[in-house]
């Protein structure tokens, strides 16, 4: 039926597709039944724009998932389980995150304080679950981590760093 790539391509940009129909469904019925809808076709409008940009930004983050390994993402966790190395890592005591495109494949370094890297493909199955993870770290800019992740430099980058002065803040009190 479908192509095995033009499926993958499909649930790669699914969130887009589905932004797309819901907007387009909005302005079907702003302009068609006269007044009754513009309401409703206006509050799907600006859902639907909303998941096309949050769409738009998945789909640049997701890949095709053929790495080496596994990653899980529960309840702050993450778990990477690979044929060599593994290893968890909590969100709330990670203190650095960086793309290194000179391992192959590109890899995330994650960094918590006394406890060796994490080293997780940015191909592994499940690596996706990472977008909403990093979304929930605080100073973290997406669009700093679509930028490494679609470089063309082969030298590591620091995407997100805790700032050591106000976690020494935080636990004083």
């Known amino acids: 039926m479908i192509r095995p790539e033009a499926k993958a ?21 702003l302009v068609g039944p006269g007044n ?3 309401l409703p076709g206006v509050a799907l409008m600006v859902a639907g724009a909303a998941l096309i940009w949050v ?9 095709a998932g053929q790495g080496p390994g596994a990653v ?3 309840e702050g966790q993450i778990t990477y389980f690979g044929p060599l190395t593994g290893g968890a890592v909590d969100l709330r ?3 650095r995150v960086v793309l290194d495109p000179t391992l192959h ?13 994490l080293l997780i493909p940015v191909n592994a199955e499940g690596a996706e679950a990472l977008f909403d993870a990093f ?13 490494a992740l679609n470089s ?8 997100w760093q805790r700032d050591l002065v106000i976690s020494a803040q935080a636990t004083l009190h």
């Open 36 to 38: 009754l809808l513009i």
């Open 93 to 95: 005591d990670l203190d």
């Open 9 to 29: 391509q499909l649930l790669r940009w699914r969130e887009v597709l589905a932004g797309a129909f819901a907007f387009l469904l909005g302005l079907w019925w």
């Open 135 to 147: 979304a929930t770290l605080e100073g973290l800019r997406m669009a700093q981590v679509l930028s």
């Open 105 to 117: 494949p590109t890899h995330w370094r994650l960094r918590q304080r006394g406890h060796p890297e």
């Open 55 to 63: 769409g738009a930004q998945r789909a640049r983050f997701r890949s």
């Open 152 to 159: 063309l430099e082969n030298l590591p980058v620091v995407v």
């Open 72 to 74: 899980q993402v529960d």
